[in-house]
């Protein structure tokens, strides 16, 4: 019911900033909480970024808070991930999700419906 297509990933220098984006389309009113992930080599899905659909509220990783934003531009039903001062340790495939229920979660588990990724690579 809900399509996710991530965009906006690429290569980039360290330090450099990095906008991606989530595009959503279906039923997009039924999702309570938006969220972003990320996927190193060999590494677990982990949390990085969530909103709720209302834009009440937002909770960030503790490795990017104070220099990422996730929004939501309601037009076009998109939801951004706003990255600054990236590091190499940022290199992952970024995910988009949406949750139908309601309150934000960090666990991808509970998400329902999730984008194919898009490659964020951080050079040193």
């Known amino acids: 019911q809900v399509q996710l297509v991530e965009s906006g990933g690429g290569l980039v220098q360290a330090g450099a900033s990095l906008r991606l984006s989530c595009a959503a389309s279906?039923?997009?009113?039924?999702?309570?909480?938006m969220g972003w992930f990320r996927q190193a080599p060999g590494k677990e899905r982990e949390f990085v970024a969530a909103m709720t659909w209302s834009r009440a509220f937002s909770l960030y990783a503790d490795s990017v808070k104070g220099r990422s934003t996730i929004s939501r531009d309601n037009a076009e039903n998109t939801v951004y991930l706003q990255m600054n001062s990236l590091k190499p340790e940022d290199t992952a495939v970024y995910y988009c999700?949406?949750?139908?229920?309601?309150?934000?979660?960090?666990?991808?588990?509970?998400?329902?419906?999730w984008g194919q990724g898009t490659q964020v690579t951080v050079s040193s």
């Open positions: 279906g039923r997009t009113f039924s999702a309570s909480v």
């Open positions: 999700a949406a949750r139908l229920k309601a309150g934000t979660v960090v666990s991808p588990q509970l998400y329902d419906y």
